[in-house]
């Protein structure tokens, strides 16, 4: 299994639906993948984060940087067009 297999079997792996054969090629890829553990933890903290429901503080400095981020992509999609 490579990086690009693992994040297609990514939703499968949160639902609980893949083949224990698979789940063993996953588990065996993140033993040796430290950019997918990343992507997992990322991904798993962000579902626990939506399905709490609860409201954040965001700080003007990660607002802004957020805001410029969706504006670059923003932008750059529309020059793709």
Avoid: W
């Avoid at 939703?11 to 083949?19: A, E, K, L, N």
């Amino acid at each position: 299994m490579n990086c690009t297999d693992f994040l297609s079997q990514l939703t499968d792996y949160f639902d609980g639906q893949i083949s224990p054969e698979l789940l063993a090629e996953v588990r065996t890829h993140l033993g040796e993948c430290d950019h997918c553990k990343i992507v997992l933890n990322t991904t798993r903290q962000t579902i626990e984060v939506y399905r709490g429901n609860e409201i954040y503080e965001v700080s003007d400095e990660l607002r802004e940087r957020l805001h410029s981020a969706i504006m670059t992509k923003c932008i750059a999609a529309r020059k793709r067009a």
